[in-house]
Structures are given as structure tokens and as C-alpha cells.
């Protein structure tokens, strides 16, 4: 086992532990993306914590820990095409102020492209 630091992410252990928390945030995500398209639905479960799991992905991407690996950058942007369109085939139906839909739509394509753009950082090397 090795370490590297005094930080509490700075030794094998923590990067495993730390691998197996990413791996279970991108199995989620991508377990509701290639499921019932309903559940993604912004009332729905899967349509709230999808958007939380990628934003806590942009936050440990962010950090440079040993131990997170995103999705191919690709993947993150098809992901984003199918969250969206259930996204905006669904919203109008909980009747949300003009305000709100705009401000909504656009955190949560900023939360995908951020995203994709740690991947593709982290792909570029």
C-alpha cells in the first residue's frame, strides 16, 4: 500500500475507496439513462438524482483525486441528449414559471458540459 500524502486521499486505500464511490455514481447514472425514460422525468427520482450524481462527479473531477475516472466524454454528452429530451417533453406538464424553466434548463446542461469537459481534460492527459 502505498502513500503519498498527509491528505485523506492520499494513499491507495483511499484512491480504491474513492474509485468504487465514482464507479457506483456512473453505474447509477448510466443504469437510469438505458432505463424507463419516465423515471428520468423531473418529478421522478432517477430525473432529481441524475443531475446530483453528475454534479458531485464535476466536484471530485475537479479535486484531481487518484481514483476517479469519468466516462468518455462522449457518453457524458449522450447521456445529456437523453436526460434532456425527457427533460423538455415533461417539464411543461408540472406547469414551472418561465423563470424557473429557463434557469433549470440551463444549470443542468452547464452540469453536463462541465462534465464533459473534465473528461475530456482527463482523456487529454
Known sequence: MGTWGAGNFDSDTAAD???EW????VGEVAGAMGGDPVELEPDEYWGVAVPCNLELL?????????GVT????GVIRGWQETF???????IDGLGPKPAYK??????????FERLAALAEEAAAG
Open 70 to 73: 469519468l466516462p468518455a466524454a
Open 84 to 90: 434532456m429530451a425527457v427533460w423538455e417533453r415533461s
Open 102 to 111: 429557463t434557469e433549470r434548463r440551463a444549470v443542468l446542461n452547464a452540469t
Open 17 to 19: 475507496h474513492l474509485a
Open 22 to 25: 465514482v464507479d457506483r455514481l
Open 58 to 66: 464535476v466536484m471530485l473531477g475537479e479535486r484531481g483525486w487518484v
